[in-house]
């Protein structure tokens, strides 16, 4: 059974940092795309921003550019979320997908919550 579980949510003020990670187990995400996912209260899930297979490439939404930074380690079959100069807006449950073999966002984690004070 393949699991993602994420980990490191929590309650910041403004400007402040977390970094969330999320693990797999079940299934080797080594050659996968691995991506976050965001859901606001009463919005839909948005894209934040997803990491190529080997590290080599990321890319973001415009809303996290230039402040979040997706990671992998392979290794560990773990992949990171840093999250720099939180904003209230960023509030949100923070979930971790793995790409499937048929290239669609196939596995999905519970999410963690986020919670920026102003």
């Known amino acids: 059974q393949v699991e993602l579980v994420e980990s490191g949510g929590g309650l910041v003020q403004a400007g402040g940092s977390l970094r969330l990670s999320c693990v797999a187990s079940g299934r080797t995400f080594s050659t996968s795309v691995m991506g976050w996912y965001r859901q606001a209260p009463g919005r839909q899930r948005e894209f934040v921003g997803a990491?190529?297979?080997?590290?080599?490439?990321?890319n973001y939404a415009d809303s996290a550019k230039g402040r979040f930074t997706i990671s992998r380690d392979n290794a560990k079959n773990t992949v990171y979320l840093q999250m720099n100069s939180l904003k209230p807006e960023d509030t949100g449950v923070y979930y971790c997908?793995?790409?499937?073999?048929?290239?669609?966002?196939?596995?999905w984690g519970q999410g963690t919550q986020v919670t920026v004070s102003s």
């Open positions: 997908t793995g790409e499937g073999d048929d290239g669609t966002w196939r596995y």
């Open positions: 990491i190529a297979w080997n590290g080599a490439a990321a």
